[in-house]
């Protein structure tokens, strides 16, 4: 499938255009990345190829059709009713699938897409107001005070904290958790953070996607509309109903710690209600347990209270240490692996 049509409402930092040509030609000056990227994009190719972010391993390259690319924005402007002419702000690096994937919705249903430079506070100094971001758990907790500027934005890459659900409760901009992956050209559910009528909340999926649990209870995806094989993943879930489900974690992840399983994840759910700095919980080797439950906190607390969280006996850690800094893929998100490669245990 060759690329050779855009939306004609397109608009890239203010700029119409009216051919590839003139969108080549505007970019090559503009971004070497995106300028690379487009040239791929309107190429003969059917497919292109993109990296995965490594969070979970080690990070591959993946080939993914232009066609199944083209109906993953079609789907995210359905459901967020995202018509031609929205304004749109960019703040996400083009390397990865997430940004990629800003601009080929913009393309495709012609949007007026603004990009700034990627940085972890995207809104500050910015004076316009958007219909619709993308960003990451970290932008999201130093963007705040200026949410206000963005009608609905988009969060991914990561999980967004209690705490940090909490400061954005009553914002006026609608937000979103999504799940997804390279494999599925971004999201193919979504969960609201704010403004909630009904509680609690769970992921939904986005139309034409049938989610099921293999015998591991993990998350099970069919959308032959944006991947050509079923994606089988390690994403613990319980299914709600047929296009909801809750996710309580990864199976790589899970602890078993003395014949009893632990979900770090939920864990860390309890713990972000007291604990400010980034942090995470993991199973180290221990002679007596076979794990032992380890807390991981960024930087330096005086004293955390663990008696203050409605922590079972089980998910209590049995040490707690501290690192400068987490080590993170280019994306933000944190490399558990690596960063218990720092501490002696």
């Not at 109903?241 to 864990?267: A, T």
């Amino acid at each position: 499938m060759k690329i050779e049509r855009f939306h004609k409402d397109f608009k890239l930092n203010k700029v119409s255009f009216s051919s590839v040509d003139e969108i080549l030609n505007y970019t090559r000056d503009f971004s070497d990345e995106i300028y690379q990227f487009l040239e791929i994009w309107f190429s003969k190719d059917d497919f292109i190829l993109v990296k995965t972010s490594g969070s979970t391993g080690v990070p591959k390259e993946i080939k993914l059709l232009k066609v199944q690319m083209v109906n993953s924005a079609l789907a995210t402007g359905k459901y967020f009713d995202l018509k031609e002419n929205t304004s749109v702000l960019l703040c996400l690096p083009i390397e990865y699938i997430a940004g990629k994937m800003m601009l080929i919705r913009a393309l495709t249903l012609g949007w007026c897409l603004d990009v700034v430079e990627v940085n972890s506070n995207p809104l500050n100094g910015i004076q316009k107001k958007y219909d619709f971001s993308a960003m990451v758990p970290l932008q999201l907790e130093n963007s705040i005070n200026d949410l206000y500027k963005i009608k609905k934005l988009i969060v991914g890459g990561g999980v967004v904290s209690k705490q940090l659900q909490q400061k954005i409760k009553k914002s006026t901009c609608n937000i979103f958790a999504t799940y997804g992956m390279t494999e599925t050209i971004t999201h193919i559910a979504v969960k609201k953070l704010n403004n909630l009528i009904v509680s609690p909340n769970f992921y939904q999926v986005l139309p034409n996607v049938k989610i099921y649990k293999d015998a591991r209870s993990c998350l099970v995806i069919n959308a032959s509309e944006v991947s050509s094989e079923i994606v089988f993943t390690n994403d613990i879930v319980d299914l709600i109903s047929d296009n909801q489900f809750d996710w309580l974690g990864r199976f790589d992840n899970v602890i078993n710690s003395g014949g009893v399983k632990l979900h770090p994840e939920r864990i860390e759910e309890k713990l972000s209600k007291i604990i400010t700095a980034r942090f995470f919980v993991a199973g180290v080797s221990d002679e007596k347990l076979g794990e032992k439950l380890v807390l991981v906190v960024e930087g330096k607390l005086e004293a955390i209270e663990l008696k203050n969280v409605n922590l079972s006996k089980f998910e209590i850690p049995k040490e707690i240490y501290f690192v400068d800094a987490f080590i993170e893929t280019k994306t933000k998100k944190i490399q558990r692996i690596k960063t218990l490669d720092l501490i002696t245990f």
